[in-house]
């Protein structure tokens, strides 16, 4: 499985970015996809899921309401439309695909798979 993530870059404040996550090498019929982030000197965190039965989605609080997720499960894909951003939100974003259904959509050992990173910057 590969997981191919795009859509970074440098905005400023207040600007907004769309993330993509395609995954190639296998179907999925449980589980979501979702993104974490990691900033400079700071613990990978959980950022959202877009989980494929029901099509049932989670933030983390610091998102919540500013970003959405969104899913196609027939092409294997993820989007992640990001508003309003923050210095705060810079970080390289990874796209990761957990197999199975239940609990722990924001633990990241609970997650199969993970994409390279994409960069997202935002300059105050």
């Known amino acids: 499985v590969q997981l191919q993530a795009s859509g970074g870059g440098l905005v400023q404040a207040g600007g907004s970015l769309r993330l993509s996550c395609a995954a190639s090498?296998?179907?999925?019929?449980?589980?979501?996809m979702g993104w974490f982030r990691q900033a400079p000197g700071k613990d990978r965190e959980f950022v959202s899921i877009?989980?494929?039965?029901?099509?049932?989605?989670y933030y983390h609080y610091s998102v919540k309401g500013r970003f959405t997720i969104s899913g196609n499960n027939a092409k294997n894909m993820v989007y992640l439309q990001m508003n309003s951003l923050t210095p705060e939100d810079t970080a390289v974003y990874y796209c990761?695909?957990?197999?199975?259904?239940?609990?722990?959509?924001?633990?990241?050992?609970?997650?199969?798979?993970w994409g390279q990173g994409t960069q997202v910057t935002v300059s105050s």
């Open positions: 877009f989980n494929w039965n029901g099509g049932s989605t």
């Open positions: 990761a695909v957990k197999t199975e259904d239940g609990s722990g959509w924001s633990l990241d050992y609970m997650y199969d798979y």
């Open positions: 090498g296998r179907t999925f019929s449980s589980g979501g």
